[in-house]
């Protein structure tokens, strides 16, 4: 999980680590992202999914948002571009 230490912003180390994000759009509540091993697919196009975590600054607000498996995503991600 990352480690931010001052707000890349306003360099304020009033920060608000690991919040945790929701969307009440679907099911699972869970603010996430979605890489595809095999986007174009109409079904079953291998989803690998990470949750998301946010810092939030307490001085300027400015947030950033993190993912929990960067690893898996980015693995999946390759191995598209490799194809």
Same mark, same amino acid.
């Given at each position: 999980?990352? =480690?931010?230490? &001052? /707000? =890349?912003? /306003? !360099? =304020?180390?009033?920060?608000?680590? &690991?919040?945790? *994000?929701?969307?009440?759009?679907? $099911? &699972? &509540? !869970? $603010?996430?992202?979605?890489?595809?091993? #095999?986007?174009?697919?109409?079904?079953?196009?291998?989803?690998?999914?990470?949750?998301?975590?946010?810092?939030? /600054?307490?001085? /300027?607000?400015? *947030?950033? $948002?993190?993912? #929990?498996?960067? !690893? #898996? $995503?980015? =693995? *999946?991600?390759?191995?598209?571009?490799?194809?």
């Amino acid at each position: 999980m990352a =480690s931010r230490q &001052n /707000c =890349s912003k /306003c !360099q =304020s180390n009033k920060m608000i680590p &690991n919040v945790h *994000t929701r969307d009440y759009g679907d $099911l &699972n &509540n !869970q $603010l996430s992202v979605e890489v595809y091993e #095999e986007p174009d697919a109409m079904i079953f196009k291998g989803t690998h999914e990470g949750a998301l975590t946010a810092w939030i /600054c307490g001085e /300027c607000g400015y *947030t950033e $948002l993190y993912v #929990e498996n960067p !690893q #898996e $995503l980015y =693995s *999946t991600y390759l191995n598209l571009k490799a194809e």
